[in-house]
């Protein structure tokens, strides 16, 4: 079993930064990556960025390349997400995830989820 545990969400004014946190922690696996994903009320759950464990690949989708960056630290098992240069459409609960197979951008496709931390971008 893995447990994943988010913080680092908040309230923020547009074109402002915040920077989230993702704990690892139980179960861990030798290759798989790590995937950001946020829901908006009434939304699916949307994709946002993804890295390997075992290499330094990285994805990201359109909509926040340029202003977000996904990174680890893989002694303390930990991915962060930087958001910079925020909008009101980044809103969101935003979920960190393990993938291990199928679709890496997919949120049906990660295995585990943590409780996820809200992010609200507003003036």
């Known amino acids: 079993q893995v447990q994943l545990a988010e913080s680092g969400g908040g309230l923020v004014q547009p074109g402002g930064s915040l920077k989230l946190s993702c704990v690892v922690s139980?179960?861990?696996?030798?290759?798989?990556?790590m995937g950001w994903f946020r829901q908006a009320p009434g939304e699916e759950r949307e994709f946002v960025a993804l890295?390997?464990?075992?290499?330094?690949?990285?994805r990201y989708a359109d909509s926040v390349k340029g202003r977000f960056t996904i990174s680890k630290d893989s002694a303390e098992k930990v991915i962060y997400l930087q958001m910079n240069n925020l909008k009101p459409e980044d809103t969101g609960v935003y979920y960190c995830?393990?993938?291990?197979?199928?679709?890496?951008?997919?949120?049906?496709?990660?295995?585990?989820w943590g409780q996820g931390t809200q992010v609200t971008v507003s003036s």
């Open positions: 139980g179960r861990t696996f030798s290759n798989y990556d």
């Open positions: 890295i390997s464990w075992s290499s330094s690949y990285t």
């Open positions: 995830g393990v993938h291990r197979t199928g679709r890496p951008t997919i949120a049906d496709d990660y295995d585990y």
